[in-house]
């Protein structure tokens, strides 16, 4: 559940047109966790909970994390109920 990437929290931030503190905000973490997250493209040296809370926040923001398929992890906008 929790295998998401720096890069995935940096896009999906983007997508959302969130700043670091908005996202430290809503999901009730530090903004110098949610740089630490950040700071690589691979697995964030963050707790297993704080990225859990980061990925959980982001998903009910509306945001879908995309699974290795050939092209690579990703992010997206959920499609509509």
């Known amino acids: 559940m ?3 990437t720096g890069a995935q929290i940096r896009a999906a931030r983007a997508l959302l047109r ?3 503190e908005d996202l430290a905000k ?3 973490v ?4 949610i740089r630490r997250a950040e ?4 697995q964030p040296p963050i707790t ?6 980061i990925r959980i926040t982001l998903e009910d923001a509306g945001i879908e994390f995309i699974a290795r398929n050939g092209g690579g992890v ?6 509509p109920e």
Do not use: C
Request: cysteine-free.
């Open 18 to 20: 969130w700043t670091a």
């Open 26 to 28: 809503a999901a009730s």
């Open 48 to 53: 297993a909970a704080n990225l859990k809370l």
């Open 2 to 4: 929790n295998g998401i």
């Open 74 to 79: 990703g992010v997206r906008f959920k499609k």
């Open 30 to 33: 530090g903004v110098t966790t």
């Open 39 to 42: 700071a690589g493209d691979g």
